[in-house]
């Protein structure tokens, strides 16, 4: 048996044992999370119920900063229904404000209605459209919290080096958001210092009762065949997902990002690099296919 | 040993004495993908195991 290397406590994980790994993620998360958001801000929690999500509503409570959550539906049939189920109860259960906006209320119809519409890989449209439902529905908050953690943020990394693109990797990082502040919510990662394997263990270990679920969608993304090849990498030669990350927040870091000329979308005034932003654009393809 | 597997919701049974970290490799499961559970306690690759125990593979990607 493995002792913990804090105590004579048995080893749970990362060669510490319950208490003390607790004592970890939430010192880790705090420190991330009082570095950056001052107290008193109003905090707007992106959720989707899974595993991620709920711990930082969790934590954002804990730490006294009283997180409202937001919920997008999709409608991805067999799927967001559980967690958005597990959601509620969980808001219930800590006092928390939620609110739930959907695809099909906002634009009509749901991700699996727009997929065999446009004939798209569902996870474009998805994240278009829930960044664009996010910002709407975020406006008078000073931040909204994601639940990236780190695995998501290093197979960003891998991904934007594949595209060749340095300007994505200069806006990733802790804090994104564009420079058009009055109209565009800032955002904060604050699980980004923690594993997606570490923030499983802790959901266990507090008990939060989340189901394992996977979006329909999944097997599609180009994303899950990177995440495959670091937990690959990463099992052979443990470090080298942190060792990456330190190498992307000291890249965005000196790397100043270009937004380019944004302007105002013309049909909803979000912030756009062309007239007409993405969303509205999907939104009128939509329209035209009636 | 009777092992049940969150991600795909299901139980089977192998006969086996060892390490976490060789079920993992017998079962052809990489260790950054999954949480080992023992006798409701997560436990660290090194933990030894036997038929006698009640393990729990948890799924550490889920979502979209």
């Known amino acids: 048996m493995m002792k913990c290397i804090k105590c004579s406590g048995k080893s749970s994980i990362n060669g510490l044992c319950k208490e003390h790994f607790i004592e970890y993620f939430e010192n880790t998360a705090k420190e991330v999370i009082e570095k950056h958001i001052p107290k008193g801000k109003r905090v707007m929690v992106a959720v989707s119920g899974g595993k991620d999500s709920i711990t930082i509503l969790y934590l954002l409570n804990k730490f006294g900063y009283n997180p409202e959550a937001l919920a997008i539906d999709e409608g991805i049939s067999g799927y967001r229904e559980k967690t958005l189920e597990e959601l509620r109860n969980f808001c219930t259960k800590y006092d928390i404000r939620l609110t739930i906006k959907s695809f099909k209320d906002e634009f009509g119809y749901s991700l699996d209605e727009i997929v065999k519409k446009l004939n798209l890989i569902p996870c474009t449209p998805c994240g278009i459209l829930r960044r664009y439902l996010l910002n709407k529905y975020s406006k008078g908050y000073d931040f909204i919290a994601t639940g990236h953690n780190m695995d998501d943020e290093v197979q960003a990394f891998m991904m934007n080096i594949m595209k060749n693109n340095i300007n994505l990797i200069a806006k990733q990082g802790i804090l994104t958001g564009t420079p058009m502040k009055d109209s565009f919510t800032q955002r904060i990662k604050p699980l980004i210092m923690l594993s997606e394997k570490e923030v499983r263990a802790y959901t266990f270990m507090k008990g939060f009762g989340i189901s394992f679920v996977e979006c329909n969608y999944v097997r599609e993304s180009f994303r899950n065949y990177v995440r495959d090849w670091l937990n690959d990498i990463e099992s052979k030669s443990p470090g080298v997902k942190r060792n990456l990350l330190k190498k992307l927040l000291y890249l965005s870091e000196k790397i100043n990002p270009d937004y380019g000329d944004i302007k105002r979308c013309r049909i909803c005034g979000q912030p756009s690099k062309e007239s007409i932003c993405m969303a509205c654009n999907i939104i009128g393809r939509l329209d035209e296919e009636q | ?64």
């Open chain 2, 1 to 64: 040993m009777i092992i049940f597997n969150e991600k795909d919701n299901k139980e089977f049974e192998i006969d086996f004495s060892g390490t976490v970290k060789e079920m993992l490799e017998r079962l052809g499961m990489n260790r950054e993908s999954v949480i080992v559970v023992v006798n409701d306690e997560i436990v660290d690759d090194d933990e030894e195991i036997n038929n006698n125990d009640k393990v729990r593979i948890l799924s550490v990607v889920s979502g979209g």
